[in-house]
């Protein structure tokens, strides 16, 4: 399916990982206005389907290996930037449990259209405490839950559930 994507007119999707869990895991770089070094890191990391351990019901989670590999990027984007984490974004599908563990905190503000719960998955695979122990993604984007669009901060990172827009049906 990505090679269907990256054949589109102005498609940015980067060669992914085959080595990894998923498919469309990649990390794309918005370089300095100079050229010289990247300013920005936008992680697409698959959330994979359904869950496939025995008794676990559900949605799937990001797997440890996909954690793996966003730990080794972010460190070596790190690394190539003097040791100052570079500024981030990651996208996938799925929220990930923190995204009800923050809308139901009464300290947290949210701000949009929460109608359902977030479709998260039953365990919790770690890719948010890697995040924050990385320190450069500042805003996680969710497409999965048709009936939200909200945004909260949650320990310092701005979660976005957007409503997943279709387009409309051509009238002849």
């Known amino acids: 399916a990505s090679d269907v994507y990256k054949r589109q007119p102005y498609s ?21 206005s100079d050229g010289k070094k ?23 989670y990001i797997k440890r290996d996909q954690i793996d590999w966003y730990c080794k990027k972010s460190a070596e984007f790190t690394r190539n930037n003097g040791g100052e984490p570079v500024p981030s974004l990651a996208f996938f599908h799925i929220a990930l449990p923190e ?25 919790n695979s770690g ?25 909260v901060c949650w320990y310092d990172v701005l979660l976005l559930s957007l409503i997943h827009i279709s387009e409309p049906t051509r009238q002849e």
């Open 99 to 123: 995204f009800n563990q923050a809308a139901s905190d009464e300290n947290a503000q949210l701000y949009g259209i929460r109608r359902e719960k977030a479709c998260a998955p039953a365990l």
């Open 12 to 32: 940015l999707t980067a060669d992914e990982v085959p080595e990894i869990s998923g498919v469309g895991n990649y990390a794309l770089t918005v370089r300095s």
């Open 38 to 60: 990247d300013a920005f890191v936008l992680y697409c990391i698959d959330s994979n389907t359904y869950s496939t351990i025995k008794g676990v019901k559900g949605y799937d």
């Open 127 to 151: 890719l948010f405490t890697a995040i924050k122990e990385n320190g450069d993604v500042m805003g996680i984007f969710v497409g999965h839950d048709h009936d939200d669009d909200y945004a």
